[in-house]
C-alpha cells in the first residue's frame, strides 16, 4: 500500500493523508490527539464535515495536553499511527486499528454507543439490536443505527461491524459492498 499526502481543505488547517488500500482510497483527518475523520473517500470536504464544528477549526478545542482522556501526540503523530494501522489491518492484523485514539463529539447516547462500537471485536459482528443492548439501552434500536450513521471515524470506530436482525447488511456510508468486503475479511 501507498501512502498518499492530501492537502486540507482550504478553510480547514486539519492535517490529512489518505492511504491506497485494496478497497479504494481511504482518508483520514486528525487533530492534535486523535483521529477526527476517516473513510472511503479522496473528497476531504465531505470527511470533514463529518466532523463536529466544534472541532472542525483546530483540531481538539478545550483540550489540554494534560487531559488524562486526550494527549497532545501532535497531528503527525496521530497520522502516522493512523496509517500504520490501516496498512496492519489489511495486512492481516485486524486488531491494529483498535489502537488508534479517535476523537468525537456528540450527546451522552452517542458518545457511549461509539465507545462500544470499538468494543466490537473483528469477525463477530452484532445486531443493531445487540448493540443498542450493549449500550445500556435496549429499547434504542433506532438511537444506535443514528450512532453508526453519524460515525465520523469509519474502521476506527467499526460501525461496519453492526448488522440487521435478520442478518441482511443495513446501511453503510461507503456502500454495502464494501461492508460485505470488510465483513468477509473479518470473518477469515
Known amino acids: ?25 481511504f482518508s483520514i483527518i486528525a487533530g492534535h490527539s486523535a483521529v477526527l475523520a476517516a473513510g472511503w473517500t479522496a473528497d476531504l ?17 478545550g483540550l489540554a495536553p ?6 497532545d501526540l501532535g497531528a503527525d503523530v496521530v497520522l502516522s499511527q493512523a496509517v500504520k494501522a490501516v496498512q496492519e489491518y489489511y495486512d492481516g492484523d485486524l486488531t491494529a486499528i483498535s489502537a488508534v ?3 468525537q463529539k456528540s450527546g451522552p447516547f452517542r ?7 470499538r ?20 429499547t434504542a434500536v433506532r438511537a444506535a443505527a ?12 467499526p460501525c461496519h461491524r453492526v448488522i440487521r436482525s435478520d442478518g441482511t447488511l443495513g ?18
Open 101 to 103: 485514539p479517535v476523537h
Open 66 to 71: 494534560t487531559s488524562t482522556r486526550y494527549e
Open 1 to 25: 500500500m501507498t501512502t498518499t499526502e492530501v492537502q486540507a481543505t482550504p478553510e480547514s488547517a486539519l492535517p490529512s493523508t489518505s492511504v491506497q488500500t485494496p478497497d479504494g482510497i
Open 146 to 157: 443514528a450512532a453508526c450513521a453519524m460515525n465520523a471515524a469509519a474502521l476506527f470506530v
Open 45 to 61: 470536504q465531505s470527511l470533514e464535515l463529518l466532523i463536529h464544528p466544534s472541532l472542525r477549526s483546530i483540531g481538539d478545542p
Open 119 to 138: 468494543e466490537v471485536g473483528p469477525g463477530k459482528p452484532v445486531t443493531y439490536r445487540e448493540y443498542a443492548a450493549a449500550t445500556g439501552s435496549p
Open 171 to 188: 446501511g453503510f456510508r461507503y456502500g454495502l459492498p464494501l461492508k460485505q468486503d470488510l465483513l468477509l475479511r473479518e470473518s477469515r
Open 111 to 117: 458518545q457511549k454507543a461509539w465507545d462500544v462500537l
